[in-house]
């Protein structure tokens, strides 16, 4: 099983589509005009204090915040249009039922699977290169000079983009009918989980362990950039403390492994 | 050597029993029929060969399991209705089945013209006509020059042109020595194609061998007379006619072992009829089939 070799396959089967290429048109676009909004209501916003004008969140549009709110912004995207790619992808292969025609030609089981990782796995690179691309557009044309990529920012960029995209080909893989199964994905996303997570607050317990539950992880891997005062008024009022980058990152890793092993296993012992 | 061997091969759907203890072999080389009325059991069969479905028990091992995990893209299968990505044309189609079977692409122009779809490589495949959909899903089968060949209903929907075109195709492929399994429940298409045959019913099977041996050895022979109530009396009384059926003006008799029509036209005439009609009918499948899921 070469995962280059699975990745060309991928490539042929979902390059040429339209519908691809068209969400993912839409990802590029939609994520580099919300920054160019941000930017110019950045540039609007000021206010005037003892005859010194300055931005409420002037710390936000300055290097090294600009990659973080650059990820915040990012991160509607990712929930929004790489799940729903997720979901597209596997359930345009059940419509086509050219997943199980796969194996038919003579694909294993795995393979199937492994190649959908695969995929994912460069989709969510390609997003996180769009974001670093579209930092350094903003650095250049404020004249910031190239401010070097935030590690941290970047890694959790990409695990919350692979993070959507795993959950959406789960949801395309169990529900198999394209709408049906954005529908669910977007109601546990914006919903369910949330619902769920009060309903446990304040009938069952008030525990940390809640903020563990998978969409909570991956929406806190990219955190609002918000000035220090600001965090730590946020931090000391919480009913809960929120959960720490480092947190948020091993968590995000245990969680896309499981996802993984459920996709993976899925497609190994259903039938097709 | 077995191309396919299997044994014991059970699949249910909760209460429904789909496949019951099927016992199988079939040779490398040989052109093999699945017989059986639509629900039998034959597409559920494939399916499970071919790793789309799992069984509920028993086995199966395919070139006596020499091959390892790779054996299946030694196969090419055609299963129920030919299944492509509708946005890509033939070659990148065909370009897909060949990354998956490792074999290089481009698909060679030779494939293309056995199915007659060169004219129409580029074509997206939802533009295709049913039958040049099912003559893609034999290129496809081809890609890779594989050893055995599955096809389930081949010509399932095809005007009688597009299934003479695809027996045609068939017939070719079988000449070059190919082992071919080939599912349906269009007896004539299975005569005419076929060496050896297995007919299932409702998941069992209920006889195996080479269409020949499935075949009754004796002739079967359509008679008529002017008075052919007569004719009918006396002969389903005479000790040559094991079985006389009436089929319109005629009567179908199955003679005996070793009788043959002259003997049925003698005995007519010494009893005063005169036969205006005498057929001798090669036994066909179609009747040993229905004979034997009658049982």
């Known amino acids: ?272 | 050597m077995p191309a396919l061997t299997v044994r014991n091969l059970s699949k249910n759907y909760g209460s429904l029993v789909a496949l019951d203890g099927l016992d199988l072999t079939v040779e490398a080389g040989q052109v093999f029929g699945l017989l059986g009325p639509n629900g039998s059991g034959k597409t559920t069969l494939l399916a499970v060969l071919l790793d789309v479905l799992h069984p509920s028990g028993g086995s199966f091992t395919w070139f006596e399991g020499r091959e390892g995990e790779n054996v299946r893209k030694r196969i090419g299968a055609l299963l129920e209705t030919p299944n492509f990505y509708p946005y890509l044309n033939a070659d990148q189609n065909l370009s897909i089945v060949a990354s998956i079977k490792r074999v290089s692409s481009p698909v060679p122009d030779a494939l293309l013209e056995l199915v007659q779809l060169k004219e129409r490589r580029r074509s997206p495949y939802k533009t295709y006509s049913l039958g040049m959909k099912q003559r893609l899903a034999l290129a496809a089968c081809l890609v890779g020059d594989p050893d055995v060949l599955i096809l389930d209903e081949p010509t399932n929907g095809l005007d009688p042109e597009g299934m003479v075109e695809v027996r045609h195709i068939i017939q070719k492929i079988a000449a070059q020595g190919k082992t071919i399994i080939l599912a349906s429940h269009m007896l004539d298409e299975v005569e005419k194609i076929c060496s050896h045959v297995a007919i299932i019913k409702k998941g069992r099977l209920l006889a195996v061998g080479a269409v020949g041996s499935i075949l009754s050895d004796q002739p079967t022979v359509e008679a008529g007379a002017v008075d052919i109530e007569k004719l009918f009396q006396l002969l389903s009384s005479a000790a040559l006619v094991k079985k006389i059926t009436r089929s319109g003006n005629y009567l179908i008799l199955e003679l005996e072992s070793g009788r043959n029509p002259g003997e049925l036209n003698r005995l007519a005439f010494e009893h005063g009829i005169i036969l205006d009609h005498l057929i001798l009918k090669r036994q066909s499948l179609e009747v040993e089939f229905l004979e034997i899921t009658r049982q």
């Open chain 1, 1 to 272: 099983m070469n995962p280059l070799h699975l990745l060309k396959l991928e490539w042929k089967r979902y390059w040429p589509n339209g519908t691809f290429r068209m969400i993912g048109a839409l990802y590029a676009s939609s994520f580099a005009l919300v920054l160019f909004l941000a930017r110019a209501a950045g540039r609007n916003m000021t206010f005037t204090s003892n005859g010194v004008t300055s931005h409420p969140l002037a710390g936000l549009f300055v290097y090294p915040q600009n990659w973080e709110l650059l990820a915040c912004i990012g991160s509607w995207m990712n929930v929004f249009l790489l799940g729903s790619l997720g979901v597209f992808m596997i359930t345009m292969e059940f419509s086509n039922r050219t997943l199980r025609q796969s194996v038919i030609f003579g694909m294993t089981r795995l393979e199937v699977a492994v190649s959908k990782l695969v995929w994912s796995v460069a989709l969510a690179l390609a997003a996180t290169g769009l974001y670093i691309l579209l930092v350094f557009g903003w650095e250049v044309l404020d004249g910031w000079g190239l401010g070097l990529p935030l590690a941290g920012s970047v890694a959790s960029f990409f695990l919350q983009a692979l993070g959507y995209l795993f959950l959406g080909t789960l949801a395309g893989l169990f529900i198999r009918q394209t709408a049906p199964a954005v529908l669910a994905y977007l109601a546990y996303v914006f919903i369910l989980e949330t619902v769920c997570r009060w309903v446990f607050y304040f009938y069952v317990a008030k525990t940390r362990l809640l903020l563990f539950l998978p969409n909570q992880v991956l929406w806190a891997l990219t955190p609002l950039p918000v000035p220090e005062s600001v965090n730590h008024l946020v931090h000391s009022n919480a009913f809960i403390k929120p959960l720490s980058p480092a947190e948020a990152d091993l968590t995000a890793l245990v969680y896309l492994g499981m996802f993984a092993m459920l996709f993976c296993r899925r497609i190994v012992k259903s039938d097709l």
